[in-house]
């Protein structure tokens, strides 16, 4: 029997492919959208438009932005994630605490702090730098968790072998945790091609800066919508790339390796060194930000606390996440199901239909939505339903890959024999697959739920009259330059995205061997 298909003659064997499939062209909705504003461009019109210099500037900034902050972002989270995991780091817990701490920095609130601090930043080294400090920890939390399921006895036979530690690192460790290292690599890609709060914070034009500041001023759809579509075809490659690198091998082991912790690489004189280095660099990715926040909240002339305003948008931001984040995980169950149980083209293809959306500004998803809602379904318009759709659609990649590199490493044959002991296919997902299945169920709502929580634009567009959120709070007075006045507002976000840090830190150090 195959596994992700139902008995034969049950009325549920394609349930699992529908469902799917219904999400895949939900996530397609906006595609269709940038598709059908463009097509009101003629080709002369369009071609025009795109030989700007000014495009090829945008271009040029998105392009380098993409491979400097990938770049970045992995160095940060793969030397983060070994030297926590693999050496005797003193206090190596806290350590991984405040490696995770960035999670909670939402990366608008970074882009203000920092250029609260100091305009230097405000130039292509300085985006790098800041985005990367933003977005390392989608590549550290996933490689530290495989670096955990791996197998030590692979690196002590490498050693026996006479291979040095750098070469253990290079040809048996990394090899191993690269899909890890991929799946966050490929988050940190599209969020990139997505940001936008802090990018305009840090006056670095991009394409979806442009995007956005096309709607605003002169409202030119169709023109924006062009540039969307730029962004679809960098969003394409950039999946291409990683289904390229990953390649089409399973990972999935009946056994867990040795239930031993793997053997740490001693410092010894480099023990100073490493940890003054780390104290830097998260003095960096989570003490400027801390600290300018404090300054700012004592010492800003704008600073007051409307508790009046505050509350209110703490909690619609706390419900908006939390309903969101669960069903983005439900939403990405069947989706990952048919792409590592089934492993046809279609279900491949479902997948990576629902990763291309997310490389697109909130404005343009939201716009799509609205246009749908206005003409098809005008009750849903400015209601929660449609924003929730929104946040969906946005940020399911981070449920796949959370759910994905779970099931990945849950053998097919286990469900073979429950099915083989009498067991229906529910039961066997209920008291078999589900049990394994729950940290990274957990792991999705929480990053998905931490990304909704930030979000600006879409919220800006479909939240229902008088709905508030701490992001659009924030924004609202950074944008004024008011930053005595944004500095609470970024402070409960801050507060409010710690429980999901902590959940995200602690599931990836408990995966069990």
Same mark, same amino acid.
């Given at each position: 029997?195959?596994?992700?298909? *139902?008995?034969?003659?049950?009325?549920?064997?394609?349930?699992? =492919?529908?469902?799917?499939?219904?999400?895949?062209?939900?996530?397609?909705?906006?595609?269709?959208?940038? /598709?059908?504003?463009?097509?009101?461009?003629?080709?002369?019109?369009?071609?025009?438009? /795109?030989?700007?210099?000014?495009?090829?500037?945008?271009?040029?900034?998105?392009?380098?932005?993409? $491979?400097?902050?990938?770049?970045?972002?992995?160095?940060?989270?793969?030397?983060?994630?070994?030297?926590?995991?693999?050496?005797?780091?003193?206090?190596?817990?806290?350590?991984?605490?405040?490696?995770?701490?960035?999670?909670?920095?939402?990366? *608008?609130?970074?882009?203000?702090?920092?250029?609260?601090?100091?305009?230097?930043?405000?130039?292509?080294?300085? @985006?790098?730098?800041?985005?990367?400090?933003?977005?390392?920890?989608?590549?550290?939390?996933?490689?530290?968790?495989?670096?955990?399921?791996?197998?030590?006895?692979?690196?002590?036979?490498?050693?026996?072998?006479?291979?040095?530690?750098?070469?253990?690192?290079?040809?048996?460790?990394?090899?191993?945790?690269?899909?890890?290292?991929?799946?966050?690599?490929?988050?940190?890609?599209?969020?990139?091609?997505?940001?936008?709060?802090?990018?305009?914070?840090?006056?670095?034009?991009?394409?979806?800066?442009?995007?956005?500041?096309?709607?605003?001023?002169?409202?030119?759809?169709?023109?924006?919508?062009?540039?969307?579509?730029?962004?679809?075809?960098?969003?394409?490659?950039?999946?291409?790339?990683?289904?390229?690198?990953?390649?089409?091998?399973?990972?999935?082991?009946?056994?867990?390796?040795?239930?031993?912790?793997?053997?740490?690489?001693?410092?010894?004189?480099?023990?100073?060194?490493?940890?003054?280095?780390?104290?830097?660099?998260?003095?960096?990715?989570?003490?400027?930000?801390?600290?300018?926040?404090?300054?700012?909240?004592?010492?800003?002339?704008?600073?007051?606390?409307?508790?009046?305003?505050?509350?209110?948008?703490?909690?619609?931001?706390?419900?908006?996440?939390?309903?969101?984040?669960? $069903?983005?995980?439900?939403?990405?169950? +069947?989706?990952?199901?048919?792409?590592?149980?089934?492993?046809?083209?279609?279900?491949?293809?479902?997948?990576?239909?629902?990763?291309?959306?997310?490389?697109?500004?909130?404005?343009?998803?939201?716009?799509?939505?609205?246009?749908? @809602?206005?003409?098809?379904?005008?009750?849903?318009?400015? !209601?929660? =339903?449609?924003?929730?759709?929104?946040?969906?659609?946005?940020?399911?990649?981070?449920?796949?890959?959370?759910?994905?590199?779970?099931?990945?490493?849950?053998?097919?044959?286990?469900?073979? #024999?429950?099915?083989?002991?009498?067991?229906?296919?529910?039961?066997?997902?209920?008291?078999?697959?589900?049990?394994?299945?729950?940290?990274?169920?957990? !792991?999705? !709502?929480?990053?998905?739920?931490?990304?909704?929580?930030?979000?600006?634009?879409?919220?800006?567009?479909?939240?229902?009259?008088?709905?508030?959120?701490?992001?659009?709070?924030?924004?609202?007075?950074?944008?004024?330059?008011?930053?005595?006045?944004?500095?609470?507002?970024?402070?409960?976000? #801050?507060?409010?995205?710690? +429980?999901?840090?902590?959940?995200?830190?602690?599931?990836?150090?408990?995966?069990?061997?």
């Amino acid at each position: 029997m195959h596994l992700g298909t *139902f008995p034969a003659g049950s009325s549920g064997r394609w349930l699992m =492919p529908a469902v799917a499939g219904a999400i895949a062209a939900a996530c397609l909705l906006p595609v269709g959208y940038v /598709l059908w504003s463009t097509a009101s461009l003629g080709p002369a019109e369009a071609y025009d438009f /795109l030989v700007r210099p000014r495009i090829g500037e945008l271009l040029w900034n998105t392009g380098r932005l993409l $491979v400097g902050g990938v770049a970045l972002s992995v160095v940060f989270g793969v030397c983060g994630a070994w030297v926590v995991e693999r050496t005797s780091l003193p206090l190596s817990g806290w350590w991984h605490g405040a490696l995770c701490a960035p999670l909670a920095i939402p990366a *608008f609130v970074n882009g203000y702090a920092w250029v609260a601090t100091t305009h230097a930043v405000q130039s292509y080294l300085g @985006a790098v730098l800041v985005v990367s400090l933003s977005y390392y920890p989608l590549v550290y939390l996933p490689t530290v968790a495989a670096l955990r399921r791996l197998d030590p006895s692979l690196e002590e036979v490498a050693a026996v072998l006479g291979r040095r530690p750098r070469e253990v690192f290079l040809r048996v460790v990394l090899p191993t945790v690269a899909p890890a290292v991929l799946g966050g690599a490929l988050l940190v890609g599209l969020h990139l091609l997505a940001e936008y709060g802090a990018l305009q914070l840090l006056n670095y034009p991009t394409l979806t800066t442009a995007i956005l500041q096309q709607y605003g001023t002169a409202f030119n759809g169709p023109a924006a919508t062009l540039l969307a579509g730029v962004l679809l075809l960098a969003c394409l490659g950039l999946l291409a790339l990683e289904m390229l690198i990953r390649g089409p091998a399973r990972r999935a082991r009946v056994g867990s390796g040795t239930a031993r912790p793997a053997t740490r690489l001693r410092l010894g004189r480099g023990t100073v060194p490493v940890v003054v280095a780390l104290g830097f660099f998260v003095a960096l990715a989570v003490g400027l930000p801390a600290a300018s926040l404090v300054r700012w909240l004592v010492r800003g002339a704008s600073a007051e606390l409307d508790l009046s305003r505050l509350l209110p948008a703490a909690g619609t931001s706390v419900a908006l996440a939390a309903v969101a984040g669960l $069903v983005a995980t439900a939403a990405a169950v +069947p989706v990952v199901w048919q792409a590592v149980r089934r492993r046809t083209s279609w279900s491949l293809g479902v997948e990576r239909v629902a990763y291309v959306t997310s490389a697109l500004p909130g404005v343009v998803v939201a716009l799509a939505l609205v246009t749908v @809602a206005i003409g098809w379904l005008p009750g849903l318009y400015q !209601t929660v =339903p449609l924003l929730v759709a929104a946040y969906v659609i946005l940020f399911l990649p981070r449920a796949l890959v959370a759910v994905r590199g779970v099931l990945e490493l849950v053998p097919p044959r286990l469900e073979e #024999v429950a099915l083989s002991l009498g067991l229906s296919r529910a039961g066997a997902m209920r008291r078999v697959t589900l049990p394994l299945l729950l940290p990274g169920l957990a !792991t999705a !709502t929480a990053m998905v739920a931490l990304a909704v929580s930030t979000e600006l634009t879409a919220t800006l567009l479909l939240a229902p009259i008088g709905t508030t959120t701490l992001a659009t709070e924030f924004w609202s007075e950074a944008s004024s330059v008011a930053y005595g006045a944004a500095a609470p507002y970024a402070l409960a976000l #801050v507060l409010l995205a710690m +429980p999901a840090t902590i959940l995200l830190g602690r599931s990836s150090r408990g995966v069990a061997r």
